[in-house]
């Protein structure tokens, strides 16, 4: 099974301040379509998750132009370039490149300083 | 607007059962993959099962595989997922998602299944 490990787990960050999040592969994550399937997902406190990001660095429908997403292989990274307050609670990156089993990393705790 | 409302967790013994619904609105359900996601209580996203467009194809993660079964009806717009022999680690919020590569839309809130003595 692929394992995605994320960086940090926890990330207190000031207000209109960049923040990023690396997410690294146990193994390429390099689609014989020549795609890569690696998501990121927004959890806000008591609400369901909401994805931010495909394939790598494609954004959602509504999803804010300050998140941004990057990476190549094994190692993506998740930025947002000047955070908010609605922007607090976790991350989760997710591959769906090497499947059966759909994976997430562990989660990047946001907070607000 | 995608809606994906959950319905039928609840608290069972272990070794006991449940079924879980997933009624999908503001899409056509026949065009996408699904898929079953829990949250174990402060813990991460885990995917559990999926299933193909036709019902045809279905996955499981290795913990519950002989245990838990995904399937679809199309035409009445739901998803289910039924749950036996549960164990104290299947305690978690049970999402439903509309696949994407994956499970991308979540579109509702989750349902909560404990299994406690």
């Known amino acids: 099974d692929v394992v995605l490990t994320q960086s940090p787990l926890s990330l207190p960050v000031t207000l209109g301040q960049p923040a990023s999040i690396s997410c690294r592969s146990s193994?390429?994550?390099?689609?014989?379509?020549?795609?890569?399937?690696l998501s990121w997902f927004q959890q806000r406190p008591g609400q369901s998750p909401r994805r931010l990001i495909y394939k790598v660095s494609n954004r959602d429908s509504g999803v804010p132009d300050r998140f941004s997403g990057s990476g190549s292989g094994t190692d993506f990274t998740l930025k947002i370039s000047r955070v908010e307050a609605e922007d607090a609670g976790v991350y989760y990156c997710?591959?769906?490149?090497?499947?059966?089993?759909?994976?997430f990393g562990q989660g990047t705790k946001v907070e607000i300083k | 607007e995608v809606q994906l409302v959950v319905s039928g967790g609840g608290s069972v013994q272990p070794g006991g059962s449940l079924s879980l619904s997933c009624t999908a609105s503001?899409?056509?359900?026949?065009?996408?993959?699904m898929s079953w996601v829990r949250q174990a209580p402060g813990a991460g996203l885990e995917w559990v099962a999926n299933i193909n467009n036709d019902g045809s194809e279905k996955h499981y993660v290795d913990s519950v595989k002989g245990r838990f079964s995904i399937s679809r009806d199309n035409a009445g717009n739901s998803l289910y997922l039924q749950m036996n022999n549960l164990r104290v680690a299947d305690t978690a919020v049970y999402y439903c998602?509309?696949?994407?590569?994956?499970?991308?839309?979540?579109g509702g809130q989750g349902t909560l299944v404990i299994v406690s003595s």
């Open positions: 503001g899409f056509t359900l026949s065009h996408f993959w």
């Open positions: 997710m591959q769906g490149s090497h499947w059966p089993p759909w994976t």
């Open positions: 998602a509309r696949d994407d590569w994956g499970p991308a839309v979540y």
């Open positions: 193994q390429s994550l390099v689609y014989r379509d020549g795609n890569t399937y």
